[in-house]
């Protein structure tokens, strides 16, 4: 959910239409009209999807990756870091398994990515060796994000990587995890990885390659006098809700993947753009501030490393219902106490990560438990004072700390 939060200024002229990927109507977004003023690009993470890295037979295609690695060839002389997050194991691997199409089941699916990621990796691999340039492949599951170390041990690599001047090539592992090869809206897609990503390593702007121009005021696929929206100046709920699924049958996010991305990326203090992938001469006029695709310009609220590696990359154990008094309490930054919890739901132990919800049960935080749900269940609707008689030991009188908490809703 998105924080119900003002528009941000603006300095420079703008035109207001309603934003629109889908049928029903939405709050308009405001986007500009005048030439575009990106800062200095020290690192950019590039998304490409299975619908512009495969062709239609669904192998891959290999023009388009050698176009790709010339682009980011003459980028490269400006941009420091660049980052490819890659989609298409599982399509570059299903005819190879003699499939006809892409499988449905879950098995089948990690044997194809398991087999594609293979072949994946060394057409980039060819492809920019022409130019001297090495790639490196990163494979990331879920649980690498949700886990403290290892995902600074993520971020000690690829940023070692940059040190060589290696282009890291991420995707998600595929062939061990199930629940990236469906479709969710936290981690479930490479739009999503790609804005962790950005998250984690602190860049400047992420450049999502989509099978369309970018965000349109109408659905261009029905409607043909859609325009395309220049840039979007905020977010909010009606906005998220316009996007629409995948229409290719190769990637698993749409609009609405696309979106989330945005809006986490941007959360992170990184800059968006959606263009289409289709040329990958895009990119380059992107960075020249060129009016091509949808650019994300707002950065507002930006949240600290910690509170979107909470809010985004991890893995909730548990909840914690509280009520009206404690949601207020969290929302003037103070800790979580005992006395505002009405019920808890799942097995965590302390230092495990939590959904925290009010009455409604709407996620309003995101935090480090600092009692198993053992402990909570004897001591919510408590006092502070009375955590020691009850357990025999207090570790805190908070249940959460406001150090280890991030708002996700208000």
């Excluded at 980052?83 to 299903?94: H, L």
Aim: with cysteine; glycine share 8%; charged share 25%.
């Amino acid at each position: 959910m998105f924080p119900r939060r003002g528009v941000a200024k603006l300095v420079r002229q703008r035109i207001l239409v309603p934003p629109f990927v889908g049928s029903s109507p939405a709050a308009p977004a405001i986007f500009n009209i005048i030439m575009r003023n990106l800062p200095e690009i020290n690192t950019l993470v590039i998304k490409i999807g299975s619908s512009i890295l495969t062709g239609s037979t669904g192998e891959v295609n290999l023009e388009f990756i050698q176009n790709l690695s010339d682009t980011i060839i003459k980028i490269k002389q400006r941009v420091k870091n660049i980052v490819i997050v890659s989609s298409g194991a599982v399509a570059c691997g299903f005819k190879v398994l003699g499939f006809e199409r892409k499988p449905k089941d879950i098995i089948d699916k990690q044997a194809c990515a398991a087999v594609g990621q293979t072949r994946l990796i060394q057409c980039y691999e060819s492809c920019f060796m022409k130019h001297g340039i090495n790639v490196g492949q990163v494979l990331i599951t879920k649980d690498d994000f949700s886990n403290r170390r290892r995902y600074l041990n993520a971020r000690y690599t690829i940023r070692r990587l940059f040190d060589f001047g290696v282009i890291p090539i991420i995707n998600e592992n595929d062939s061990v995890v199930i629940d990236e090869l469906k479709y969710y809206e936290t981690f479930g897609d490479n739009d999503n990885l790609s804005a962790l990503v950005s998250g984690l390593l602190s860049a400047d702007l992420l450049l999502i390659l989509s099978d369309v121009e970018g965000l349109y005021d109408k659905n261009p696929a029905v409607d043909k006098n859609a325009k395309l929206i220049s840039e979007v100046k905020y977010f909010n709920e009606e906005l998220l809700n316009l996007g629409g699924d995948s229409v290719s049958g190769l990637g698993t996010g749409g609009m609405r993947s696309k979106l989330l991305a945005a809006k986490k990326a941007l959360d992170a203090g990184c800059l968006v753009g959606i263009v289409s992938g289709k040329d990958t001469k895009n990119i380059e006029r992107f960075l020249n501030n060129e009016e091509v695709g949808t650019f994300f310009g707002m950065v507002s609220d930006r949240k600290s490393k910690k509170q979107h590696w909470l809010a985004y990359a991890t893995i909730a154990k548990g909840e914690i219902i509280i009520d009206d008094g404690a949601v207020n309490a969290l929302y003037n930054n103070k800790s979580l106490l005992p006395s505002g919890i009405v019920d808890i739901t799942g097995r965590f132990n302390i230092g495990d990560i939590v959904r925290v919800v009010n009455l409604e049960r709407v996620e309003i935080a995101r935090g480090k438990v600092r009692y198993s749900f053992e402990d909570l269940k004897k001591i919510m609707g408590k006092k502070s004072s009375q955590i020691a008689e009850i357990l025999g030991y207090k570790l805190a009188d908070e249940v959460i700390h406001i150090d280890d908490m991030v708002i996700t809703y208000k």
